[in-house]
């Protein structure tokens, strides 16, 4: 069984911080790394996706890989209230992806 | 452009009733998928069909059925609705992700709850 774990938090950072998400995945072949975001209510959003060790920036996201520690992470600099949803981890396997369980991320003004 | 449409967007079923879940993309992505959202569950695959004419399991397919109606359509079906398949299911679709990183691009989600 494919495991994907994240904190549920809530992560609460304060407007203009840095908010740090984690995630492990168990299977070590993965190859694709995905992060979404989910408002309440709403469907998944992609974000952004890694596949190759080290950092990936798009605006004020930047996502983090390490295959040998088998870990990615998601920084969001400059954090907005307009932040605040659930970050769900995906990775791929073979054809499909498996999903965390999501961190809610709390911004607060 | 509407990306992946679902039908209905929520539906009331008492136990035992039977129903299915429409999704559309119009993106021609070969590749289409089914979840259920549960809370603290996280997002759990039911069923996907990887290209047109395949279907297969995913992780949770007990007490579904689906069908790849052609490229386009993909199709969740529940033959006797239980209280436990109270949910909110999301349909998405990609490319052809067996040797691609393409991602998922999802529905807006049916609430289905069954009394």
């Known amino acids: 069984q494919k495991e994907v774990e994240q904190n549920s938090g809530p992560l609460s950072v304060p407007e203009g911080a840095i908010a740090s998400l984690n995630c492990t995945y168990s299977d070590r072949g993965s190859q694709s790394f995905f992060w979404y975001r989910q408002y309440s209510g709403k469907s998944p959003e992609l974000i952004m996706f890694i596949y190759s060790n080290g950092d990936k920036e798009d605006g004020r996201f930047t996502a983090q890989l390490n295959k040998a520690s088998q870990y990615v992470s998601l920084l969001i600099r400059d954090s907005q209230p307009s932040d605040s949803a659930t970050y769900l981890c995906?990775?791929?396997?073979?054809?499909?992806?498996?999903f965390g369980k999501g961190t809610m991320l709390l911004v607060s003004p | 452009n509407a990306g992946v449409t679902q039908t209905p967007k929520f539906q009331v079923l008492k136990t035992g009733q039977s129903m299915t879940l429409q999704c559309a993309q119009d993106m021609n992505h070969n590749s289409m998928y089914w979840y259920r959202q549960d809370p603290g569950m996280g997002l759990r695959l039911i069923y996907y069909s990887a290209s047109e004419g395949t279907t297969d399991k995913g992780e949770v397919p007990n007490g579904y059925n689906v069908s790849r109606l052609n490229k386009r359509e993909f199709s969740l079906r529940l033959e006797s609705a239980a209280p436990s398949q109270t949910s909110v299911y999301f349909c998405?679709?990609?490319?052809?992700?067996?040797?691609?990183?393409?991602?998922?691009?999802f529905g807006d989600g049916t609430r289905l709850s069954i009394l």
């Open positions: 998405a679709s990609s490319e052809l992700t067996l040797y691609s990183n393409q991602p998922q691009h």
């Open positions: 995906a990775v791929k396997g073979y054809s499909t992806l498996t």
